[in-house]
């Protein structure tokens, strides 16, 4: 109840302006662009695709969270980085000393730039993980615990950067 309050003073007094969504997001009236450049990946044996999949999300979530364009570079808010870790290892171990789930790792190296306000810059690492049953093939759902793990990789990124968390 004090955010709205305070919105409503800071707009009737001062005139000042931050646009909210409903994801959370608060940018300001000044920030219009947003550039991601291509997050390469120096993760020994990470998908091929990686690289490209990642960057993608990352541009996605601006996109439909936002009503920031997507610029090629130098926006408002400026993201770059690499991936750093692709990890798959054992999890939940058995009585036979096998294990019942594998956990797939992806960490992500994150340099986020807000031209209009520096206090908010940041570089941070962000790691999330995903476990799958150990019977399955990797391969065979590799693809899908990937776009799953960036989505929540981007989401943390996103919010950070924009919900000020």
Do not use: H
């Not at 005139?15 to 000044?30: L, M």
């Not at 990352?58 to 993201?79: A, E, H």
């Not at 692709?86 to 956990?103: D, H, K, M, P, W």
């Not at 209009?116 to 019977?135: A, H, I, M, P, V």
Request: net charge neutral; aromatic share 10%; hydrophobic share 40%.
């Amino acid at each position: 109840m004090k955010k709205y309050i305070y919105i409503l003073i800071c707009v009737a007094v001062v005139g000042c302006k931050v646009n909210y969504s409903f994801t959370g997001a608060s940018i300001p009236e000044n920030v219009k662009t947003v550039s991601v450049q291509t997050f390469q990946s120096y993760a020994p044996l990470a998908n091929a695709n990686l690289s490209q999949t990642f960057t993608e999300a990352l541009k996605n979530i601006f996109l439909s969270q936002t009503n920031l364009d997507l610029v090629s570079k130098n926006g408002d808010l400026q993201f770059e980085g690499s991936i750093t870790g692709y990890n798959v290892t054992s999890v939940a171990i058995q009585g036979n000393e096998t294990a019942a789930l594998n956990r797939l790792t992806i960490t992500v190296k994150a340099k986020f730039t807000n031209t209009k306000d520096k206090k908010l810059n940041f570089e941070t690492s962000f790691s999330r993980f995903l476990d799958y049953e150990s019977s399955q093939n990797l391969a065979s759902i590799e693809d899908e615990l990937i776009k799953d793990i960036n989505e929540q990789l981007t989401q943390d990124i996103f919010n950070k950067a924009v919900s000020n968390w």
